[in-house]
């Protein structure tokens, strides 16, 4: 396997960050992870998916590995469904694309989500009223210290929003090969989520079935979010914050529009992206970078910026939230590497 230096990572994080790998390599197989982890010795370890959810600052100190692992197989069948096999480098939506061809149902409202297979896991990818973890059977990861493998079965990955045990207690420790996930052979639809019932009556869907979902959810992505291949983005920037009951039954008295969906134990979600729209930031542009039109959750490269310049911006907007609505936004996105000046 080759490991080049001072290697240019612009077209590998879906931000379209210029940044530079001190080392960088791509691993095809476990084998080839092992190779470079008795490699690195005491250098540092960042390991790439599909880049669609980091914002990288100018150097990355250390070894960038891609994990390339590729393959889809069947594990297991029975009446009601299958086990299917997809190893980390499988880019996400063709993943879904071939289950769906396949008739596999469970994946379908978690089309268009951009990123790699191996990544889903870590924070647990959510869409349209489906996640990760409701597919999800169990994973291999490899320990970067051990270098064991291990498997993981869903109880293990302390599964939250956006969040498992690999962003948490784990983080670091380990690389995810495979991931296994439990898919059906009658589908359950899950259409619920607003916007997914509307579409597929625009669409005028008479019968329901998990291409149609599908088609759905990729118009109303392709409505709102934008294309990282024409404007560079990460999906969804900060998390929805979670609120309690109190604080948000205080701030429907002053923005009686407020939208929030209830959680366990007293809480409330407030859609972070009505909060940033409500505190006048949709469509604004700072220099090279902004907030996009269709959604607020969503910042955007116009094509110059630097990660330094796009972590500004969503700083600025975090302490407007917090002032406006006493809401500590938290980002979705890690951030990675050094600024220049630093
Ligand atoms: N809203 C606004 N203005 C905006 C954006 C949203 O007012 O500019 C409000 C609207 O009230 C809307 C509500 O927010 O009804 C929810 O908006 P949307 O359905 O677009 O979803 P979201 O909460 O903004 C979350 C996920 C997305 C996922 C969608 C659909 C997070 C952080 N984001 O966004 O995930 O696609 O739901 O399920 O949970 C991602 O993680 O990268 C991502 C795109």
């Avoid at 594990?75 to 596999?104: R, S, T």
């Avoid at 469970?106 to 647990?124: D, T, Y």
């Avoid at 999800?136 to 045990?165: G, K, M, Q, W």
């Avoid at 329901?208 to 109303?220: F, G, K, Q, T, Y």
Wanted: hydrophobic share 40%; aromatic share 10%.
């Amino acid at each position: 396997m080759e490991i080049y230096t001072e290697y240019s990572l612009k077209t590998y994080n879906t931000f379209g960050i210029p940044a530079v790998a001190e080392f960088f390599a791509q691993a095809n197989s476990i084998d080839e992870i092992k190779e470079l982890l008795s490699w690195k010795k005491n250098k540092n370890l960042f390991v790439l998916g599909g880049g669609s959810n980091i914002l990288l600052m100018d150097k990355v100190p250390g070894i960038t590995l891609q994990i390339s692992l590729k393959g889809i197989e069947i594990i297991q069948e029975d009446n009601e469904g299958w086990l299917v096999k997809a190893y980390a480098g499988e880019n996400w939506h063709q993943f879904v694309m071939h289950c769906i061809d396949k008739g596999y149902a469970g994946l379908e409202n978690l089309s268009l989500i951009p990123g790699n297979v191996g990544a889903s896991p870590m924070q647990n990818i959510g869409a349209y009223g489906v996640e990760l973890k409701d597919v999800f059977h169990s994973l291999e990861a490899l320990n970067v210290h051990t270098l064991e493998s291990r498997v993981f079965l869903a109880h293990e990955c302390e599964f939250d929003y956006r969040s498992s045990i690999f962003k948490t207690h784990e983080k670091g420790n380990y690389i995810i090969t495979s991931v296994n996930f439990k898919l059906l052979k009658n589908p359950v639809f899950h259409t619920s989520y607003g916007a997914i019932e509307q579409e597929l009556e625009a669409m005028g869907i008479k019968e329901l079935s998990i291409r149609a979902i599908s088609d759905a959810v990729i118009r109303i992505r392709q409505s709102k979010l934008p294309d990282p291949a024409q404007l560079g983005n990460a999906g969804s920037f900060f998390k929805n914050p979670i609120i309690s009951v109190q604080h948000f039954n205080k701030l429907k008295e002053k923005y009686t529009s407020i939208p929030g969906y209830p959680q366990p134990n007293n809480q409330i979600k407030v859609p972070a992206g009505w909060l940033i729209e409500q505190a006048g930031w949709k469509g604004k542009r700072l220099g090279n970078c902004g907030v996009h039109v269709n959604q607020a959750l969503v910042l955007v490269n116009y094509g110059n910026a630097s990660g330094m310049e796009i972590l500004k911006l969503s700083e600025e907007i975090i302490q407007d939230i917090s002032s406006k609505f006493n809401i500590l936004l938290e980002r979705e996105v890690n951030v990675v590497g050094e600024a220049k000046s630093s």
